[in-house]
């Protein structure tokens, strides 16, 4: 059995932990096989995750060739700073050019 180390933090933290989490539904025109829909969303998730700093997922369609779900996370102090971060990732999304946005949901867990 491992031997676990008491942690010497106080009981109650100065903030309290957010998590920002980014639903997207998107449709990937023109695509004519899973290897060419996989090329465009490896790109887009990893310009998304290289630049805004959050965890990125396909989440959904993974076996439709013109359409995906993403799922995007989040972790911060600042309830606006979650909703403005993930709103940029969508407009980074529409601006792309490589897909066109179907649906969004965003939603902040305490």
Not at 76 to 91: I, Y
Request: glycine residues 8%.
């Amino acid at each position: 059995m491992p031997n676990y180390i008491q942690s010497q933090m106080p009981d109650v933290l100065p903030s309290v932990m957010q998590i920002g989490v980014l639903q997207v539904q998107v449709l990937l025109p023109g695509v004519r096989s899973l290897k060419e829909k996989r090329g465009i969303i490896k790109g887009i998730l990893q310009r998304i995750q290289n630049r805004f700093q959050v965890a990125t997922a396909e989440v959904g369609h993974q076996d439709v060739w013109d359409l995906a779900g993403f799922g995007f996370a989040a972790v911060g102090t600042d309830v606006a700073f979650l909703q403005s971060r993930l709103q940029k990732v969508v407009n980074f999304i529409e601006s792309s050019g490589l897909v066109e946005v179907l649906d969004f949901h965003v939603d902040i867990l305490s």
